[in-house]
């Protein structure tokens, strides 16, 4: 089973900043990598979707980059409501996995 | 407007057995692959089950194999988990998942709001 891991769990950033979240897989996933954003309380929400590739209706702040093993979600200009647990999914291989999230809080 | 809607979570005791129910509304059910994703409580996300449109094809994790059986209806645009010998680690919100894009199966732009399941005596 793909292992992906996400780093760190929790990030503290001020209002106004960049973020930059990490996801690793235990093997190679190619671009097959997506992200989402959740708000407690809500459904996940895609994000992110091929590494790389922003869902329909997502703003430019959210980016995503990465191949093989090493991906980032970077987001710029950070707002209230970007605030939220993020979590990233690979989907090369079956059984689909998710990472175990990083949560984005206010500092 | 393009909808999932679960049903059918609730308490139930270590040993028992549940049925959730996903009614689709808004797309083509019938033509898309469908999962079950789950989430206990304060944790991430688990992905549990998957169901190719034609129903030949389907998928579990290994946490959940043997005993839960995915399932469902394209005349009548519902998606099924049959839960059985249910443990407190069943515990979780589930969501069922899918997307717009029939080309597209294994990551979900289409969620439900998510329906409980408590196990628990």
């Known amino acids: 089973e793909m292992v992906v891991t996400q780093s760190p769990a929790t990030l503290s950033v001020s209002p106004g900043e960049r973020a930059t979240l990490s996801c690793r897989a235990s093997?190679?996933?190619?671009?097959?990598l997506a992200w989402y954003q959740q708000i407690p309380g809500q459904a996940p929400r895609l994000l992110i979707y091929?590494?790389?590739r922003r869902a329909i209706g997502i703003p430019a702040k959210f980016s995503g980059s990465g191949f093989g093993t090493d991906f980032t979600l970077t987001i710029t200009s950070l707002q209230s409501e970007d605030f939220a647990d993020y979590y990233c999914?690979?989907?090369?291989?079956?059984?689909?996995?998710f990472g175990q999230g990083t949560r984005l809080e206010i500092k | 407007e393009v909808q999932l809607v679960e049903s059918g979570g609730g308490l139930v005791q270590p040993g028992g057995s549940l049925r959730l129910s996903c009614a689709a509304s808004?797309?083509?059910?019938?033509?898309?692959?469908m999962n079950w994703v789950r989430q206990a409580p304060g944790k991430g996300l688990e992905w549990i089950s998957f169901?190719?449109?034609?129903?030949?094809?389907?998928y579990y994790a290994d946490s959940v194999r043997g005993r839960f059986t995915i399932s469902r209806d394209n005349a009548q645009n519902l998606l099924y988990l049959q839960m059985n010998n249910l443990s407190d680690e069943d515990t979780a919100v589930y969501y069922c998942?899918?997307?717009?894009?029939?080309?597209?199966?294994?990551?979900?732009?289409?969620w439900g709001r998510g329906t409980l399941v408590t196990v628990s005596s």
């Open positions: 998942a899918g997307h717009d894009n029939s080309n597209i199966e294994r990551y979900f732009n289409l």
């Open positions: 808004g797309f083509v059910f019938g033509s898309r692959g």
């Open positions: 169901i190719i449109s034609s129903s030949g094809t389907r």
């Open positions: 093997h190679s996933v190619n671009s097959n």
């Open positions: 091929d590494a790389s």
């Open positions: 999914q690979q989907y090369d291989d079956w059984p689909l996995t």
